[in-house]
């Protein structure tokens, strides 16, 4: 008596065309197993969705397109709708399933998972509903060697296999997921160098390129949007780019700012190149037609900076492209970022303590190398990265107090204490603590006018 072989169909969950090239290099690498049916599901995440292009509509998908058997839309799928604030109601998670196997042509076969940031929706919405399929999450960015945001459903975090994720700080490995015992899987930088070669080929993607020599690039964020820093603070980070990159003597700037950043911001760059003498180069890619990746304007422009904030591109730059890199306004970050466990801190963390500031000339020159310019040790980098998700999330994490316990007790100093905050870790009864009896003075004003003095006096000598 013979048996039919199951049919499986993998479902990839994508918001982003850098995410969508980083499932098609773990394709090409061979780290999914075959399957008989791959279908990418694709969220537009975006405040608006109307407003913004789907990456589907990217210059270069078409180049990714081929990997898959199917491109579905899940806005669509859930429409009205948004894909950030909507999951499916415990009770009708069956009916859920349901739906979608029928929409979808699944019938009977086997799912597996692949998603981004399984800790929020859509990736989560589909993670229960698909309920006992195997999930693998993959990385676009920093925030995968920080913590896991928030207290995931064992029901949906014991499912996790593994960590796919870019090699973009050599030497670090990943926190997310790993109270699960999660383990992290590096997609090979060659393969995925090869994919963005793909996207960089791609007729769309030219289009989008200015003809400018070996500009200074500057790259925009629009950290405003997520109540980081004010509009006018953003807008002075973007002259403090322009301002740096001309100090350091280039004079052709091209400026990406971010697709949903007001159009002013590009006006007042404007009128400083005028003042500082430089040419400057806005991309500006129109409502709703989705911009270039940074990655493609790193192959076709061969930038000779980068400078951004805190932005995933400036380690790609760096490490997979070997371009000078510098930053700009992470130490005012560092410490606006509320609450302190906010998932943006090591993203910023990294960036700060591997980036060279933009006025550090020798230190920006320096970090032109094969594999990018890191400061800091890697043992030290992974000691600070345990400290600091292990300040952030203590109850998902209270296996990491002892080595966070040593770095604090051998790394404090005027450098590193911008990654603490003096009140968490007396929260948490770390070295750096204030003192019980002591606990007081921190609501004495006119205690902490003294201290600061002393303090100030002491680093003087």
């Known amino acids: 008596m013979s048996t039919a072989r199951s049919r499986t169909t993998q479902i990839f969950l994508t918001s982003t065309l850098y995410g969508t090239a980083t499932l098609a290099a773990a394709l090409d690498a061979g780290c999914f197993p075959d399957a008989d049916r791959r279908i990418l599901l694709v969220s537009n995440n975006a405040a608006v969705p109307e407003t913004k292009a789907s990456l589907d509509a990217m210059p270069g998908f078409d180049a990714l397109r081929g990997r898959f058997d199917d491109v579905v839309s899940w806005n669509t799928t859930i429409a009205p709708f948004h894909p950030g604030g909507w999951a499916p109601r415990p009770d009708d998670v069956p009916l859920w399933e349901r739906h979608l196997r029928l929409a979808w042509g699944l019938g009977d076969d086997d799912i597996e998972l692949a998603v981004e940031s399984i800790q929020v929706n859509p990736a989560l919405a589909v993670a229960q509903i698909f309920t006992g399929a195997p999930v693998d999450v993959y990385a676009d960015g920093l925030m995968s060697y920080g913590p896991t945001r928030n207290k995931i459903d064992p029901l949906v975090g014991t499912r996790v296999r593994r960590l796919l994720h870019l090699d973009l700080v050599p030497g670090l490995k990943p926190l997310l997921l790993t109270e699960f015992g999660v383990a992290p899987q590096i997609v090979p930088t060659e393969v995925f160098l090869k994919v963005l070669g793909e996207l960089a080929d791609a007729p769309g993607a030219q289009d989008c390129v200015p003809a400018v020599e070996a500009p200074a690039l500057l790259l925009g964020q629009y950290l405003s949007a997520l109540g980081l820093i004010g509009a006018a603070e953003e807008e002075e980070l973007h002259l403090r780019m322009m301002r740096g990159a001309v100090a350091l003597g280039h004079t052709r700037i091209v400026f990406k700012p971010h697709p949903t950043a007001p159009a002013q911001w590009s006006k007042a760059l404007g009128e400083e190149a005028g003042k500082l003498g430089a040419e400057l180069t806005v991309l500006d890619d129109g409502v709703l037609t989705a911009p270039v990746l940074a990655e493609v304007l790193y192959q076709r422009m061969r930038p000779a900076l980068v400078v951004g904030c805190f932005s995933t591109a400036l380690l790609t730059a760096s490490a997979f492209y070997g371009l000078p890199v510098a930053r700009v306004g992470t130490e005012m970050l560092l410490d606006r970022l ?124």
């Open 338 to 461: 509320t609450p302190y466990e906010n998932s943006n801190r090591v993203p910023v963390t990294l960036v700060d303590a591997l980036v060279p500031e933009v006025t550090d000339r020798a230190a920006v020159e320096r970090a032109g190398t094969a594999r990018g310019a890191e400061p800091m040790a890697p043992a030290e980098l992974t000691g600070l990265v345990t400290a600091v998700g292990f300040a952030m999330q203590p109850r998902i994490y209270p296996g990491l107090r002892p080595a966070a316990e040593r770095y604090l007790a051998a790394h404090l100093s005027t450098t590193t204490w911008r990654y603490f905050k003096r009140k968490r870790l007396t929260s948490l009864a770390l070295p750096g603590a204030v003192p019980a009896q002591l606990a007081f003075l921190p609501r004495n004003a006119v205690v902490r006018r003294v201290a600061r003095s002393v303090r100030r006096r002491v680093v003087r000598q």
